[in-house]
């Protein structure tokens, strides 16, 4: 696991809190803006009394509504900025953000596969098959067809034993070792997989390969891995980055909560979160990593600081916020069919009484960081009253013919999977 990086906060003149440095050396900056400065009265306040009238007119309660709008180190307006509200799926923000800090967005979870036993020239293994979890969270049909391919072009065919899980092994979502073990025996031989499994296979390239690994024991769950195992493959999933978009994009709670877990639970997502981007404790407060719960609060500031802090990190690796969240009108998504802002990164959240959306707003003036929460009953009336504002803002300040080439998603080597066997 790579380490966590140095961080160092440093005050620099009243009401300003620098936080930027990764690995020692200053490498990006933004600011979190004091308590006293988020009563600022910006340019676009005007703006958000209308919005905020407009869903008073209606009914909505504007204790229950929070709004963050920033350019540079500027308050642009601002709704109870500095209150913790329910989140919803912003959570997400914060267990990317911790993810890409503890491990980096180059980083690729490894599913490692052993035998005991001895491998016969008939291609059967006279042992158990050992899986040995590496906390990938998007280890899916695919990969277990990848994984069977693999297994049979070392000349396996079948195995005289058990298939046995130890550790953190998921697939399709699922984080019950055994039902994901049991998956995965579907998985490698394809006279067994499911409808949902044919389906997925039709979705590969012509000319993929049925695998054709049969499991004669039964599937069963052990604490580790036995001394005399050898390692058959190593499977590798895509890079961090890619799985935060696939998450981001779907909103899939499954794959923050595996995340969370991954970089060492929800207390912890909050703690680094907290320290990068700078954001006091009563401002952000996490029961889990995916925010299913109105326990999930944190501040509209506190999400627009986690965003740039996200792409103050990805900047400094050459990415952008792009490539770990939606880009509206061009990615497909939970936000696909909403009427947004035609050039916008964003992340939306819902929960029963609860709809939100923070991101970033390309203008012609510069980018708005945005971050808009709202309570009340009517989630369709909130999701269209949100686009409406937002796009308000957008063309006020100008709306640039396209998305500006520096949020443009940067092209990875590579984001399919990898398989390596050792050489025995």
Avoid at 188 to 202: I, N, S, T, V
Wanted: hydrophobic share 45%.
């Amino acid at each position: 696991m790579k380490s966590a990086p140095q961080r160092y906060c440093q005050r620099q003149r009243p009401g300003w809190r620098l936080v930027a440095i990764w690995g020692g050396t200053l490498s990006a900056a933004f600011l979190l803006l004091s308590s006293a400065q988020a009563t600022a009265q910006g340019s676009l306040q005007p703006q958000v009394e209308t919005y905020l009238a407009q869903l008073s007119g209606r009914g909505f309660a504007s204790t229950a509504q929070g709004v963050w709008l920033q350019r540079g180190d500027e308050v642009l307006g601002q709704h109870q900025g500095s209150k913790a509200l329910p989140a919803a799926s912003l959570t997400k923000v914060a267990t990317t953000l911790a993810a890409l800090q503890q491990f980096g967005p180059h980083h690729r979870f490894v599913t490692t596969y052993l035998a005991t036993g001895s491998l016969g020239t008939d291609g059967v293994l006279q042992g158990d098959l050992w899986v040995l979890g590496g906390e990938d969270p998007f280890f899916v049909w695919e990969e277990a067809f990848a994984v069977g391919n693999a297994l049979n072009a070392q000349g396996i065919r079948q195995v005289r034993g058990d298939l046995v899980v130890v550790g953190r092994f998921y697939m399709n979502f699922s984080r019950d070792g055994a039902r994901s073990g049991s998956l995965l025996r579907q998985g490698l031989e394809a006279r067994l997989w499911p409808p949902e499994a044919q389906a997925q296979f039709q979705t590969l390239p012509p000319g993929t390969p049925r695998p054709q690994v049969e499991i004669l024991g039964s599937v069963r769950v052990a604490q580790q891995i036995p001394s005399e195992a050898q390692v058959l493959l190593r499977h590798e999933s895509p890079p961090l980055i890619h799985l935060l978009k696939l998450m981001n994009l779907y909103s899939n709670n499954a794959m923050a909560e595996m995340l969370a877990e991954a970089v060492g639970g929800a207390a912890q997502v909050a703690q680094i979160a907290r320290a990068a981007a700078g954001i006091p404790a009563e401002e952000l407060h996490l029961i889990n990593g995916s925010g299913l719960g109105v326990e999930n609060r944190i501040s509209p500031r506190a999400n627009v600081a986690m965003l740039r802090a996200t792409q103050a990190l990805l900047e400094e690796r050459g990415l952008s916020l792009a490539d770990a969240f939606a880009v509206v009108g061009q990615d497909v998504g939970v936000l696909e069919r909403r009427l947004l802002p035609g050039i916008l990164i964003a992340k939306s959240g819902t929960l029963s009484g609860v709809s939100t959306l923070a991101g970033v707003l390309p203008t012609e003036r510069g980018d708005i960081w945005f971050a808009v929460m709202n309570g009340g009953a009517n989630l369709a009336d909130l999701r269209t009253w949100q686009g409406e504002f937002l796009s308000r803002l957008q063309s006020r300040w100008g709306s640039p013919a396209a998305l500006p080439e520096r949020w443009l998603p940067r092209p990875l080597d590579t984001r399919s999977r990898r398989e390596s066997s050792p050489r025995l």
